[in-house]
């Protein structure tokens, strides 16, 4: 089945700098790479998403890269906020209709005032 | 606020009990898929039913059981509860195939003393 692996599994920066979170599938066949924050108590909540077809997408703050050459796709947030102090978790998954997440381990990202 | 409702919010029970989590997907959504968060785990798919027919099977025990019913809201089962099973339990749905995003609910924390 797919494996993604996510790094880093914590990650502090000061506010307004950038966060870049990265992670790797195995499946070639994977088609869908959708990022979740997930905040304490709380279920993940999609803040972007990216099809294979495409190879970036950028909504506000918040970007996705990916590269499907080398099975690779990453998260950038700019200009960061104390509020995005949480979880993100990447994950990818086969749009065949079984279209279940494999989900990568997390990142804790701390944004220091 | 996803749109997806997960009850009860908390769970407390001893080994060998048997409970039930009830999930009511998004207004809609025909999708509704169950995942296993953990700390050793992270976050794993149990299974998923459209339009109440099992669509797809992860790495969900034989003491686990799901079902969706006519109205759309699925239940998870579990028996013969071990002190592993301890977890938070997620609910996400969807809406094939107009979309494929999933939307989480936020988790039922199963305790098992």
């Known amino acids: 089945g797919e494996n993604v692996e996510q790094h880093p599994s914590t990650l502090s920066v000061q506010e307004g700098d950038s966060a870049v979170i990265k992670c790797t599938y195995s499946?070639?066949?994977?088609?869908?790479f959708p990022w979740y924050k997930q905040e304490l108590g709380k279920g993940p909540q999609l803040i972007i998403d990216?099809?294979?077809?495409?190879g970036e997408k950028k909504d506000q703050r918040i970007a996705v890269t990916l590269n499907k050459t080398a099975k690779h796709f990453s998260l950038h947030i700019t200009e960061t906020q104390p509020e995005d102090s949480a979880v993100y978790f990447c994950?990818?998954?086969?749009?065949?209709?079984?279209?279940?997440?494999?989900f990568g381990t997390g990142t804790r990202l701390t944004v220091i005032p | 606020d996803s749109g997806v409702t997960q009850t009860p919010k908390h769970l407390i029970t001893a080994t060998g009990q048997r409970v039930t989590l009830r999930c009511s997907p998004r207004?809609?959504?025909?999708?509704v898929y169950w995942y296993q968060q953990s700390l050793d785990q992270g976050l794993q798919f149990l299974i998923q039913?459209?339009?109440?027919?099992?669509?797809a099977k992860g790495n969900i025990l034989e003491r686990f059981s799901a079902q969706q019913f006519p109205d759309l809201h699925s239940e998870l089962n579990l028996s013969s509860l071990e002190l592993g099973d301890s977890a938070l339990y997620f609910c996400?749905?969807?809406?094939?195939?107009?979309?494929?995003?999933?939307?989480f609910g936020p988790g039922t924390r199963l305790t098992v003393l």
């Open positions: 996400a749905s969807s809406a094939p195939p107009t979309t494929d995003t999933q939307y």
């Open positions: 499946d070639s066949a994977s088609n869908y």
């Open positions: 990216i099809r294979s077809n495409v």
């Open positions: 994950a990818a998954s086969i749009q065949t209709g079984a279209n279940n997440l494999f």
């Open positions: 207004s809609g959504d025909l999708s």
């Open positions: 039913y459209y339009n109440g027919e099992e669509r």
